[in-house]
Structures are given as C-alpha cells and as structure tokens.
C-alpha cells in the first residue's frame, strides 16, 4: 500500500503562471516531508523541505504548505519558467521515531509551456 | 554541491552476466542508499548502509548485494542479471541526520536483454 500518493501523473502550466503539485500520506508518523525534482537520465534534486511543526516554508519561486490534519502536501511555483520542466518527487520520514529513510510517491510531471 | 558518483551511466548486458554498479562520494558521508526506480513510479529502497561494514536490505526485495568496506564506496552487484533487473538505479549519501539534504547521484540505466 502506497504510504506517499501523488495522484496527478502530469500537469501543464504556462510560463509565468503559478503550478501547483499535490501531494498525500497516509502513516501518521511521518513528520519531515521533501520535494525533489527529477530530470530524465539524472538524479533527483532537492528542492525544499518542510517539517512537521511548520505550516509553511518558502524558498524563493517555491513554497511548501503542509496541512497535517488532512495528511496533505502541496508545492506551489510561482512564477512557472519552462526550465522547471521535470518530474517532481514527494518524499516523507519518520524521522522523529529515529528512520533515515524516505519514503516516495510516483511522481507528476510538471511542463511549463513557454 | 555534493559529490556523489554513479558509474556506468548506460548499461546494456545479457542475461546471465554478473554485473557491479559503482556508487563512490567524496564528502565523508556515513549513510549511503540504493533506490531502484521505473519509468513513472516511485523509488523504491533496495539496500542501505549506515558505515563501514554495515549494510541492510531495504523496503523492496532485491536480489542485488552491497558491500561498504570504505566509507566512500558503496557498490551494488548483481550476479546473475535478468531481463526483470531492467530499471534505474540510483545511489544517495546524507551527511548525518535525515533532515540534512540527501543528495542522489547521476544513476545507472541499466538494460538486460
């Protein structure tokens, strides 16, 4: 049973517009939650992280937003550049119960179409 | 930036052959991980190492093997490939806690015909 679901295998955006990436789970011990972003015939990339005793964390273009009592996260791009074309990755740990590892949804894969 | 190296980029072998995916980083890190990814899935955890001589298998059943005998190597081996071994493969390294960044190598593409 998949533990990270990202329920949207692909979005299309345009240039300049605001994509947002959604992201949920379902074990109530994760507390630390990433995004990574994946080119093809790379390895993913980190992003931005958020963990669980935030709402919210910012990073230049791109902002976390963590609602824990939904089990939903979501990554916001504003403003879109065709350069953020990729796949985007959700992972999530437990790491306050002493796990080093992630665990990962399927990915969507954001176009921003110039 | 990290340092994290994946060699071969490409690999295309016959089934049957042994093969050793290598996976080296230079920034001293002790805990190093193997992920096998398919086209529009998620990574899957294969193997992971938290320091020398220390390797366990991970959430996805794999019949791959690991060996951490120096801190920067972390190489994965397969000693019989097959045409379901076909994926990517890729290798990561954190410098301590998991709430550091983890950073992931180029990966390994690996086709058995």
């Known amino acids: 049973d998949q533990q990270v679901k990202q329920n949207s295998p692909s979005l299309s955006v345009q240039e300049g517009r605001i994509s947002i990436l959604n992201c949920d789970y379902t074990n109530s011990m994760f507390d630390y939650f990433l995004w990574y972003k994946k080119y093809p015939a790379e390895g993913p990339t980190f992003l931005i992280s958020i963990s669980s005793i935030k709402d919210k964390n910012e990073d230049g273009r791109f902002t976390v937003f963590l609602n824990k009592s939904a089990k939903h996260l979501s990554l916001h791009i504003v403003p879109s550049q065709p350069g953020d074309s990729a796949v985007y990755f959700c992972a999530a740990s437990a790491s306050g119960a002493g796990s080093y590892q992630l665990t990962f949804g399927k990915g969507t894969k954001l176009s921003v179409i110039p | 930036e990290a340092d994290i190296y994946q060699t071969p980029r490409y690999l295309v072998i016959g089934t049957g052959k042994k093969i050793t995916l290598e996976c080296s980083q230079t920034?001293?890190?002790?805990?190093m991980y193997w992920y096998q990814q398919d086209p529009g899935m998620e990574l899957h955890l294969i193997h992971y190492?938290?320091?020398?001589?220390?390797?366990e298998k991970g959430d996805l059943s794999s019949e791959s093997t690991v060996s951490r005998i120096r801190t920067e190597h972390f190489p994965l081996t397969l000693e019989s490939a097959r045409p379901s071994h076909t994926s990517q493969y890729l290798c990561?390294?954190?410098?301590?806690?998991?709430?550091?960044?983890?950073?992931f190598g180029p990966g390994t593409r690996l086709t058995v015909l």
């Open positions: 190492s938290y320091g020398v001589n220390s390797t």
């Open positions: 920034m001293g890190h002790d805990k």
């Open positions: 990561a390294s954190i410098p301590g806690q998991l709430t550091d960044t983890q950073y």
